[in-house]
Nanobody
Framework: QVQLVESGGGLVQAGGSLRLSCAVSGGSSSRYAMAWFRQSPGKEREYVGAISNRPTTTYLADSVKGRFTTSRDSAKNEVYLQMDNLKPEDTAIYYC????????????????WGQGTRVTVSS
């Protein structure tokens, strides 16, 4: 059973940075497509970005492109979301997700989810 645990959330001022981590257990993150989603109160869950494994490529939503990056450390079995130049509209609970099967669509079909980590950006 794959388990995901996010960490690194917190309160930051607009323009600041945070790095979220997703620790993977029960499997090797390098074998999975890994994604980040976020959800703000009253809004639907939003895709933020993903890192595929066939080949290793990263994808980011237009809303965060140029400000966020995602990466993987296979040795630590962790995935990261580096968030720079944060804006108040980035305030949300951020979730890490894993998918064990291959699909060209990296925005859906994730089987495993973490519990989320809260990010609050003050203006």
């Amino acid at each position: 059973q794959v388990q995901l645990v996010e960490s690194g959330g917190g309160l930051v001022q607009a323009g600041g940075s945070l790095r979220l981590s997703c620790a993977v257990s029960g499997g090797s993150s390098s074998r999975y497509a890994m994604a980040w989603f976020r959800q703000s109160p009253g809004k639907e869950r939003e895709y933020v970005g993903a890192i595929s494994n066939r080949p290793t490529t990263t994808y980011l939503a237009d809303s965060v492109k140029g400000r966020f990056t995602t990466s993987r450390d296979s040795a630590k079995n962790e995935v990261y979301l580096q968030m720079d130049n944060l804006k108040p509209e980035d305030t949300a609970i951020y979730y890490c997700a894993a998918r064990t099967y291959f699909s060209a669509d990296l925005q859906s079909g994730y089987e495993y989810w973490g519990q989320g980590t809260r990010v609050t950006v003050s203006s």
